[in-house]
Nanobody, 124 residues
Framework: QVQLVESGGGLVQAGGSLRLSCAAS????????IGWYRQAPGKQRELVAGISKSGSTNYADSVKERFTISRDNAKNTVSLQMSSLKPEDTAVYYC??????????????????WGQGTQVTVSS
């Protein structure tokens, strides 16, 4: 019954902007930390940005000052505003919801609930 649905991906030129959204259901959303991850062809999945239940945020060095993660607990959604996009940002972007527990201690642990992903393609 847990469902995470990403939307907002598409094709954009380098230097452009895109806003991704993740809609969650089946969980007490306000209690969960949410992360955005991405996976490019031939590469490992990597953390892009995370936001805690209290609203604290962290970002990969490669996207700092360009991407912003935010959450709206009333709507059970998390957004990723992406600006100054680069071709190397091209990837499938996934959202993940998790409770921080001893088994799932941070955003780098393999745990939580995953969405199906949305494709972001940045042309040069």
């Amino acid at each position: 019954q847990v469902q995470l649905v990403e939307s907002g991906g598409g094709l954009v030129q380098a230097g452009g902007s895109l806003r991704l959204s993740c809609a969650a259901s089946g969980i007490p959303f306000s209690m969960y930390a949410i992360g955005w991850y991405r996976q490019a062809p031939g590469k490992q999945r990597e953390l892009v940005a995370g936001i805690s239940k209290s609203g604290s945020t962290n970002y990969a060095d490669s996207v700092k000052e360009r991407f912003t993660i935010s959450r709206d607990n009333a709507k059970n959604t998390v957004s990723l505003q992406m600006s100054s996009l680069k071709p190397e940002d091209t990837a499938v972007y996934y959202c993940n919801a998790r409770l921080f527990t001893p088994r799932c201690m941070d955003f780098l642990s393999e745990c939580g609930h995953w969405g199906q992903g949305t494709q972001v393609t940045v042309s040069s």
